[in-house]
């Protein structure tokens, strides 16, 4: 079965319905962080992972565990697990009864940069590629399957995570049980927000400036001032670029983004030369972003969709007043119920 579905309406559910609802149901939440190696063939890096379940969850299933990976420039961490309005996305999957990861790539967040990362931009090509990047998610999938002792889990990527995700699903469908691309990447047809153009160093420099300009794009002026509630991008801000100590002695303070996005884009996406193959993913999968998304425009979504053959009860859900950060506005909870009502689809 295929399914298609456009919500043009505003969030379901506002941010203070969805904490206290939340608050109100939900069991107390263990949180346990984890270094996982990333492997025998990149010897010194550490995976920074993170999880939460309810208190009372003893046994795991594949349909209720799942693993979330980050996009092209800010950690796992500080986005999924960022407490606004008292309640982080990660709680919140968390309290409807799931063991919810998230982990930071090499070079992102908590986890081990790669030693060209201390080095001057310049001096190296661009640092953590997409076939780096996915080591690092073989490794904690791997890592959780075992802990969990379960064949198979359900993967979340966000972004340039839709595209490390897609890959890692299409050439290692059995342990796969679900699969949801959060502002999925596709065949690029618009100039890409996260390449800064010309010669690409090993990573780039990125300021709360830039990152607030960006968030901006694409939005109607009428929404702009209300898109995001007071202090929720002040307090990311805060806390995602205090992950880089050598960032915050600059002026203006500053955060390290490996560069292997954007050297991606321009040998895969840009050019016309798909990542990996849709055709070969075989779980149910969801496509879901928000209608004024410039970094991963709609119609990248609506040329992806068909060409996942393989993926039984695939969907499209494309979400009306949000951006490519719709995990910080005021909508939020309409991203939150489209991917758990897929989710819970499998739990049941």
Known sequence: MQRRALLATPALVGPAMLTSTAQAQAPRILTEEFMVPAGADSPGIEIFVRNKRPETMTAFTPGRTLIMVHGATYPAHTA???????????DYIASRGFDVWCLDLRGFGRSTRPPEMSQPPEANPPAVRGETAILDIAAVS???????????????????????????AADNASVVERLVLYAPVWLRQTPSLTDPGGQLGAYRWVTQEAARARRGAGVPEAARATLVPPGWFEHWAGVTWATDPEGQRRNPPAIRAPNGSPADSREYWAAGRPFYDPAKITAPTLLVLGEW?????????????????????????????GTHGMWMERNRGALFQAVQVFLEESAA
């Open 80 to 90: 999924f697990d960022l407490p606004l309005g008292g309640l982080s996305w990660m």
């Open 142 to 168: 791997a890592f959780v399957r075992a802990r969990r002792s379960i064949p198979k889990c359900v993967h979340l990527g966000y972004s340039w995570g839709t595209a490390l995700i897609g890959r890692f």
């Open 293 to 321: 998304d410039q970094d991963t425009p709609p119609y990248m979504a609506q040329t992806l969709f068909p060409l996942l053959t393989a993926s039984p009860g695939k969907r499209l859900v494309l979400l009306g007043e």
